[in-house]
């Protein structure tokens, strides 16, 4: 039997396959060995408080500090109320998970930058360096079903950035986020099958998005099982805004 005969509509996704979907990459986490990199990437099956329907969201450090010790206080602070990487509650509820809008202006010193010694760093694609009392940048990954398209779609925000650095600007998410080796190809697309922005589907709050028009062109090319779908979907997709699945992902299932 085909692969895509455990669909109803290869390659679209109607909500019931949806939160299949979302399971068995939950699961893949959950029994995969990660070691380290438990520790910087977060990966959680959700639901939204007022439909009961499931969304998949991963947290990840863009830059990790080498000190353990930093890197503890740095996951402490990382999501702080809002049920982050830090966050002990994981069963928080959804209601009160909202984009970060702390008033940053305000914390200068959880956001200030090692300043450079060497004009010739103050390039704009050159990342700041943090010290040890400053917020680590981050970023929050969502995965929702779209309601139009019925394919699953990336959502994306920025949290923690240096002051002065806006977190909803489309130049930070080319600088901190996108690859070299992506960012002619993006800005070449448009608004069509790149990077989008819109209010978020839970929140409301004004987001990035990967517009997924183009995804199921992509998805017709691969023959996938429900339980690897997300996997190969984060492949095609992911990649260009930095989100990989951690290879240890793929291999769960063969190890047990």
């Known amino acids: 039997m085909a692969r895509q005969d455990d669909y109803r509509q290869w390659p679209f996704l109607n909500q019931e396959e949806f939160e299949l979907a979302c399971a068995f990459f939950d699961q893949k986490y959950v029994r995969a060995k990660l070691g380290p990199t438990r520790k910087i990437f977060k990966i959680r099956s959700r639901r939204v408080a007022t439909t009961g329907n499931s969304y998949i969201e991963i947290l990840r450090l863009l830059q990790p500090p080498d000190d353990e010790d930093e890197l503890s206080r740095a996951l402490g ?23 970060d809008t702390v008033d940053e202006d305000g914390d200068q010193e959880a ?5 450079s010694t060497n004009k010739s760093e103050a390039k704009t694609d050159t990342l700041p360096q943090y010290s040890q009392y400053s917020h680590q940048p981050w970023v929050t990954y969502e995965i929702h079903l779209h309601p139009t398209y019925s394919m699953p779609t990336l959502w994306f925000t920025l949290h923690d950035l240096p002051m002065g650095e806006p977190t909803f600007d489309l130049d930070s998410v080319y600088r901190y986020l996108v690859p070299p080796e992506y960012k002619s190809k993006l800005r070449a697309a448009g608004i069509t099958g790149g990077i989008s922005a819109a209010h978020h589907p839970i929140t409301d709050v004004p987001a990035f998005f990967i517009h997924p028009c183009q995804t199921k062109e992509a998805m017709e090319n691969f023959e996938c099982s429900m339980e690897e779908y997300l ?16 290879p240890e992902m793929a291999q769960a299932d063969n190890s047990s």
């Open 231 to 246: 996997l190969v979907w984060i492949g095609l997709v992911g990649g260009c805004v930095g989100l990989w699945v951690p």
């Open 77 to 99: 602070m990382l999501g702080e109320g809002s049920g982050g990487l830090g966050g002990g509650n994981e069963e928080k509820s959804d209601v009160d998970m909202m984009v």
């Open 111 to 115: 956001l200030r930058p090692v300043p």
